[in-house]
């Protein structure tokens, strides 16, 4: 199970090697207003701007002054950034941010989708991604996984908080999406993905179990993560569907020199 580091943030309980380190913001612990109550990160979702970039000092000091945390514009796509290769600040549009480079942490932000963790087992190579349904559907757990030198065998992922499937309720628009992906492992398991909702026409969709079942089918083996529902975590996690106008959380992930 993962631990409390403190009020504001939560470590990853998989077995990353020493120089990968990777935190998980909470609400808690922050000094922004109701309704972005306390430790919001985002500074795109109307919270006063002072308090975003105290709450983000803080996120600094506790990776280290040293470490740059690097973050982009989400737009709910597959675009990954390379930050190797290219210039990033907070306008590039990007779901994803992979880098071989120390010192830099790679960051996204979220409030019911989901954010996948990855490196390699020899701690060369890390990644974050944000995938939401249509992230997902749009392939950018595959795309992330592209970037990566190391064999699948060789690469393991950490899976957020997210919407559960208790809440998470969608259209047929959803379901048909995954449908198209054309994954034998989605489609044999459409009814448990996709649960009948009480409204007809509407299903509650496992985010989480999708996600599992994309990287494996591509050949990684070692997945963690525990099924944490944001909606459901009120007091721990930022959720858009239960509140509408509220923060957002980081998940984040970096190396160390040596």
Same mark, same amino acid.
């Given at each position: @199970?993962?631990?409390?580091?403190?009020?504001?943030? @939560?470590?990853?309980? $998989?077995?990353?090697?020493?120089?990968?380190?990777?935190?998980?913001?909470?609400?808690?612990?922050?000094? !922004?207003? =109701? =309704?972005?109550?306390?430790?919001?990160?985002?500074?795109?979702?109307?919270?006063?701007?002072? *308090?975003?970039?105290?709450? &983000?000092?803080?996120?600094?000091?506790?990776?280290?002054?040293?470490?740059? #945390?690097?973050?982009?514009?989400?737009?709910?796509?597959?675009?990954?950034?390379?930050?190797?290769?290219?210039?990033?600040?907070?306008?590039?549009?990007?779901?994803?941010?992979?880098?071989?480079? %120390?010192?830099?942490?790679?960051?996204?932000?979220?409030?019911? #989708?989901? !954010?996948?963790?990855?490196?390699?087992?020899?701690?060369?190579? +890390?990644?974050?991604?944000?995938?939401? $349904?249509?992230?997902?559907?749009?392939?950018?757990?595959?795309? /992330?996984?592209?970037?990566?030198?190391?064999?699948?065998?060789?690469? @393991?992922?950490?899976?957020?908080?997210?919407?559960? =499937? #208790?809440?998470?309720?969608?259209?047929?628009?959803? &379901?048909?999406?995954?449908?198209?992906? %054309?994954?034998? %492992?989605?489609?044999?398991?459409?009814?448990?993905?996709?649960?009948?909702?009480?409204?007809?026409?509407? $299903? @509650?969709?496992?985010?989480? *179990? +999708?996600? &599992?079942?994309?990287?494996?089918?591509?050949?990684?083996?070692?997945?963690?993560?525990? =099924?944490?529902?944001?909606? #459901?975590?009120?007091?721990?996690?930022?959720?858009?569907?239960?509140?509408? %106008? /509220?923060?957002?959380? *980081?998940?984040?992930? $970096?190396?160390?020199?040596?």
């Amino acid at each position: @199970m993962s631990e409390f580091l403190s009020e504001s943030f @939560m470590v990853p309980d $998989w077995p990353a090697p020493a120089n990968v380190k990777a935190l998980i913001s909470t609400r808690n612990g922050g000094v !922004s207003a =109701p =309704p972005h109550d306390s430790f919001n990160l985002g500074l795109h979702v109307g919270d006063d701007e002072k *308090a975003v970039k105290e709450n &983000r000092q803080l996120l600094n000091e506790t990776i280290g002054e040293n470490v740059a #945390c690097q973050w982009v514009s989400q737009v709910h796509d597959n675009h990954v950034i390379d930050v190797q290769k290219e210039l990033v600040d907070e306008a590039t549009h990007a779901d994803a941010i992979y880098t071989q480079r %120390e010192s830099v942490a790679c960051g996204v932000l979220t409030a019911d #989708c989901l !954010s996948v963790l990855f490196t390699d087992v020899a701690g060369r190579e +890390i990644a974050v991604a944000h995938a939401g $349904w249509r992230g997902l559907a749009a392939g950018v757990l595959q795309k /992330t996984l592209a970037h990566f030198s190391a064999e699948p065998v060789s690469i @393991m992922a950490y899976l957020g908080p997210v919407i559960g =499937p #208790c809440h998470f309720e969608v259209g047929n628009e959803v &379901r048909q999406a995954f449908q198209a992906l %054309e994954l034998n %492992e989605i489609e044999n398991q459409l009814p448990v993905l996709f649960q009948e909702s009480e409204t007809p026409g509407r $299903w @509650m969709a496992d985010l989480y *179990a +999708i996600a &599992r079942i994309i990287l494996t089918s591509k050949g990684i083996l070692q997945v963690y993560g525990e =099924p944490l529902c944001t909606y #459901c975590e009120f007091d721990q996690y930022y959720s858009y569907r239960r509140e509408g %106008e /509220t923060g957002r959380f *980081a998940s984040v992930i $970096w190396k160390e020199s040596d």
